[in-house]
């Protein structure tokens, strides 16, 4: 699988951040799986979620300034997901999907017009152990616990996605679209669709610069 350990532009495996990153969240622990399962955790719950972080240019979109600035939406923390994975030596590619926030923050849910479609959401596919399995590292168990969601647990060889109810049983998340699995960011795409769509998000955190 040589394409999905290689860097790229949005996953900066070679960047030396996320080199030490990785390699600080992985400690000498040598088994394949554990290591995917270390730098799960430690990218979801050491770079914030932030969805007001949003910038819609490709250097916006890249591992290497998620990391920095320890924080970033669902697209840059499994972009550095993929990155720290890579830099580790276990293939990484990027998953989307449009997806329906039924708890969306007031804020968020006032300019995103309520409950609507969330396009481009973004998670990674890690090969661990000969099989492809899929892991959300966006929302920090910081967040999780104040919106009454279970922070999803990943153990190398479960799919993990976002749930469909959250603790009380109230709707929670919905996949409406898949849109498949990426060697690396679809910048160009999602940036369009963002433009078209997600306007008044874009605005609202000033990421049309």
Same mark, same amino acid.
């Given at each position: 699988?040589?394409?999905?350990?290689?860097?790229?532009?949005?996953?900066?495996?070679?960047?030396?951040?996320? +080199?030490?990153?990785? #390699?600080?969240? +992985?400690?000498?622990?040598?088994?394949? #799986?554990?290591?995917? +399962? #270390?730098?799960?955790?430690?990218?979801?719950?050491?770079?914030?979620?932030?969805?007001?972080?949003?910038?819609?240019?490709?250097?916006?979109?890249?591992?290497?300034?998620? $990391?920095?600035?320890?924080?970033?939406?669902?697209?840059?923390?499994?972009?550095? $997901?993929?990155?720290?994975?890579?830099?580790?030596?276990?293939?990484?590619?990027?998953?989307?999907?449009?997806? #329906?926030?039924?708890?969306?923050?007031?804020? $968020?849910?006032?300019?995103?017009?309520?409950?609507?479609?969330? $396009?481009?959401?973004?998670?990674?596919?890690?090969?661990?152990?000969?099989?492809? +399995?899929?892991?959300?590292?966006?929302?920090?168990?910081?967040?999780?616990?104040?919106?009454?969601?279970?922070?999803?647990?990943?153990?190398?060889?479960?799919? @993990?996605?976002?749930?469909?109810?959250?603790? *009380?049983?109230?709707?929670?998340?919905?996949?409406?679209? *898949?849109?498949?699995?990426?060697? *690396?960011?679809?910048?160009?795409?999602?940036?369009?669709?963002?433009?078209?769509?997600?306007?008044?998000?874009?605005?609202? @955190?000033?990421?049309?610069?």
């Amino acid at each position: 699988m040589p394409g999905y350990l290689l860097p790229t532009f949005f996953i900066t495996s070679a960047d030396p951040a996320v +080199v030490a990153f990785a #390699r600080e969240a +992985v400690g000498d622990e040598v088994d394949e #799986r554990e290591r995917a +399962v #270390r730098l799960y955790y430690a990218v979801r719950d050491e770079v914030r979620y932030d969805p007001w972080s949003i910038r819609l240019t490709p250097e916006g979109f890249t591992a290497s300034r998620c $990391l920095a600035e320890r924080r970033g939406f669902c697209i840059p923390k499994a972009t550095l $997901l993929a990155a720290v994975a890579r830099a580790s030596g276990i293939p990484a590619r990027l998953g989307f999907a449009d997806v #329906r926030n039924h708890l969306a923050p007031p804020r $968020l849910a006032e300019v995103m017009g309520g409950v609507s479609d969330y $396009l481009w959401h973004a998670y990674t596919e890690l090969l661990v152990e000969g099989r492809w +399995v899929k892991v959300t590292p966006a929302f920090n168990r910081e967040l999780c616990e104040r919106f009454r969601v279970a922070p999803l647990e990943f153990d190398g060889r479960t799919d @993990s996605l976002f749930q469909p109810f959250n603790d *009380d049983q109230r709707p929670f998340m919905e996949y409406v679209r *898949d849109r498949g699995s990426f060697d *690396d960011v679809p910048f160009d795409e999602i940036a369009a669709d963002f433009r078209a769509h997600h306007g008044a998000w874009l605005s609202a @955190s000033n990421g049309l610069a």
